[in-house]
């Protein structure tokens, strides 16, 4: 039996439409437009895992240490409140990524965080080793949600 013509077209305009209306497209900025929703990342943040509470001291780029085993954490993006990065602690020789999405106001986020090494086991899974947590502003900027 043969399907008409048509049977085949309606799947194709369905995945571009699917295509058309990704969130990601939806909420994409040209590189010329300020991003809205962006937390101002510059200040002192508590750090709450599990089992343990620590201060990172980022700047405007979301750069900066962390009290917990001689931490280093580096935001690499940011868009419309979800950050995500990398972090090192040279006190125990690891390393890995976070991803969190902060609230409306900017002044509290909540993620995840995981191990990408540890010592000299390397390439380990995003997100297979790691837990919860949750970061809350110490300081108090003028404007958390900022356009940058």
């Known amino acids: 039996m043969t399907r008409p ?30 991003e809205r929703d962006k937390p101002d990342l510059k200040g002192q943040w508590e750090i709450k895992e599990e089992d ?9 780029d979301g750069h900066g240490f962390y009290t917990w085993q001689n931490g280093e ?4 993006t940011c868009r419309h409140r979800r950050c995500e990065g990398t972090w090192k ?4 020789d690891r390393e890995g990524g976070f991803d969190v999405l902060f609230g409306e106001d900017g002044s509290e986020a909540k993620g995840v965080w995981w191990y990408s090494r540890v010592g000299s086991k390397n390439n380990i899974p995003p997100r297979q080793w790691g837990g919860p947590y949750t970061w809350k502003r110490v300081d108090s900027p003028a404007t958390s949600l900022a356009p940058r």
């Open 73 to 76: 954490i580096t935001v690499s």
């Open 89 to 92: 602690q040279t006190g125990n």
């Open 5 to 34: 013509p048509w049977t085949f077209i309606v799947p194709v305009i369905a995945l571009a439409v699917l295509w058309f209306v990704q969130p990601d497209r939806l909420c994409a900025e040209s590189p010329t437009t300020p």
């Open 52 to 60: 343990k509470s620590y201060v990172a001291t980022l700047d405007q």
